[in-house]
Every structure is written in C-alpha cells, then in structure tokens.
C-alpha cells in the first residue's frame, strides 16, 4: 500500500506544540482532492467545482469563482471573514462527520500535542531545540502509518506546511525518512520532506499544477488541528469558529474519551487518532531522544475540555447561500 502525508503546526500559549498529520492512501488520493474541491462551488443547483470560471457547467459568476478560491485556513475564519471562507471551512468539517459516520475511509489523521510545560526548559532552551523536539516527534505521529495501514506501506511523499526554520533545519527535511528507513519500522519512505504553500493559488501559475490539490491537503489538516485545539484548549470564542467547532465536536469528544472504541457510530479507530505528550513531567538529564524514547508509554487525553458555546449571531453561517 502506498500513501501519502501531509503535515502542519501550531501552538497554543506557548504551552501545548500541536503536529497535524493527515495520512492519504495514494489510490483515494483524486477522491478526496475531489471531494474538498467540489465543496467549494456553493450554488445549490450543482456541486461542481472548476478553478476557472470559464470552465463552469452553469456558468454561475465568475465573482463567485474568484471568491470561493480562498485559502482555507483555520486561523482566518472569524465571524468577519468572507462568507465562501466561512462556509467552505464548514462544508469540509461536513464532510469529515460525513466520511466518518458513512464509514467512508477517506480520512486518516493523527493529531499530537507536545506539553511543553512538563518538559524541563532546557529542552526548550533556543530555537534549534525547540525544532529538534519538533522532528523528534514529528517522527512519532509518521509512525502512525503502521497503526493505521500495517505492515509493509510505503510512504511515497511527506509534505509539510511551509516554514523556513525546517526547510533550513541541518537535519528536518531527511532525518525522518533516515530514521525511518533504518529503524525497522517495516515503514518505507521514499523521500524527504517536502514543503508545500497552503495557498494553492500559488501553483496555478507555474509548472507544479498538481500542488493545486496537495496545497488544499495542507489547509484541510490545518482546518482539523486548529478546530481541535479550539475544542480542547478553547483557543478562541470566535463564533463561526465555534459554530464549526461544534459540528466536530461529537468526534472530537469520543477520540479523547473511548479513543479504542471499535463500535463506535464515527468510525474513528485506526483511522484518527489524538493524543497528548507527556503524562507526567519529564526532566532533562538523559540525551533528549534517549529519554523521550524510554518513556514513550506517557501519551495521555487526560484534559478537561467542553462544547463551544455559539454566541448567536445576526450574521448566521446558514443565512448565507449562492
Ligand atoms: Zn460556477
């Protein structure tokens, strides 16, 4: 079996460093990337996307296609945002409830988070530990290749969210398929690291057109890790923050609590996974990999986190159709 991953960060108050994978199995690779497209035309007549207008089968407006070819990002929806912008981030969480309430196996992801309040400041020291934790457990969550697919996959692209500090990190971008590759994971990896914008846009206009549809496989992991921050960490009180936040939120809930739920209505298990890292507070006194890999067994979900409340709105998400 042959997959593909796609990766983002972000951090919460400096506390938690979160690392987002999105694992995509090569042969529904055009399903997916299809799926996220066609959510993007909003007219209720078709559901049909084409990137330019003039290829549109209703011939809708060509303002509309300009619009609805925003970047999905998690930290730009807010009630003032675009409304495709709210609402095309709203259809694609849809559609994760979907896929996984239809059993669809489309969707594959493991969400980490790094409690950098447990682990001695030193670990933390400069900028270049702070990236070395990174890789260190960036290299875990690829790992949940095995548990998700088994044995004997390979791994034919690894593509992270642009950021200079990895791309011009001394060992980032080869250590993990390295690793990998000599660990006896029975984990393949083909190539190093690769950094793709989260603007597609960027790639309509040079050689690379297939990026198109990677790029939008940033900005849907990124749209996953950052409404699952809001849920756990309350990382915001947007309101179409948490009105999408809400959708998910029955998901969310059953990954941190019955994560192993094997008859669960979501169908989440070996398919998505959330943890935190680690339990208990780790000091600094071995080398870092040393003692992180001792202590591996310290993943938790032990928080306590609530619903969203949605503040309502004159300007609901719901309001808005064309
Ligand atoms: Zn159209």
Redesign the pocket.
């Known amino acids: 079996m042959e997959i593909e991953i796609y990766s983002d960060e972000t951090f919460i108050n400096e506390k938690y460093m979160g690392i987002g994978c999105l694992f995509v199995p090569i042969h529904k690779k055009q399903e997916i990337a299809k799926y996220l497209s066609n959510l993007r ?1 909003l ?1 209720p007549k ?1 559901h049909y996307w084409t990137w330019n ?1 003039r290829d ?1 089968p ?1 011939k ?1 407006r060509e303002e ?2 300009k619009n609805n070819n925003c970047e999905i990002h998690h930290a730009k929806i807010s009630k003032k945002a675009s409304h495709p912008r709210r609402t095309i981030s709203k259809k694609w969480i849809e559609f994760l409830i979907q896929n996984n309430k239809n059993n669809k196996e489309l969707i594959y992801f493991n969400i980490l988070y790094i409690d950098k309040s447990k682990l001695d400041d030193k670990f933390f020291g400069d900028k270049t530990i702070d990236d070395n934790v990174y890789n260190r457990f960036y290299r875990s969550s690829i790992k949940y290749t095995k548990f998700f697919f088994g044995n004997r996959v390979i791994i034919k692209n690894i593509f992270h969210d642009n950021s200079d500090n990895k791309e011009k990190h001394e060992y980032f971008p080869w250590h993990t398929s390295h690793r990998l590759n000599i660990d006896k994971t029975k984990i393949k990896v083909e190539n190093n690291i690769q950094f793709l914008d989260s603007d597609h846009k960027i790639y309509f206009s040079n050689d690379k057109s297939s990026y198109v549809f990677e790029s939008q496989f940033i900005q849907f992991i990124d749209l996953i890790l950052g409404v699952t921050s809001q849920i756990l960490f309350s990382s915001s009180n947007d309101s179409a923050k948490s009105e999408i936040a809400c959708i998910v939120y029955p998901l969310i809930e059953r990954l941190m609590k019955k994560p192993e739920n094997i008859n669960s209505s979501y169908n989440y298990f070996k398919k998505q996974n959330i943890s935190i890292f680690p339990k208990d507070e780790i000091n600094y006194s071995k080398t870092l990999d040393e003692k992180i890999q001792r202590e591996f067994g310290q993943f938790h979900r032990n928080i306590k986190f609530k619903k969203p409340d949605i503040i309502s709105d004159s300007e609901s998400l719901d309001k808005w159709f064309s």
Do not use: A, V, W
């Open positions: 035309c007219n078709s207008f549109c209703i809708c509309y296609h």
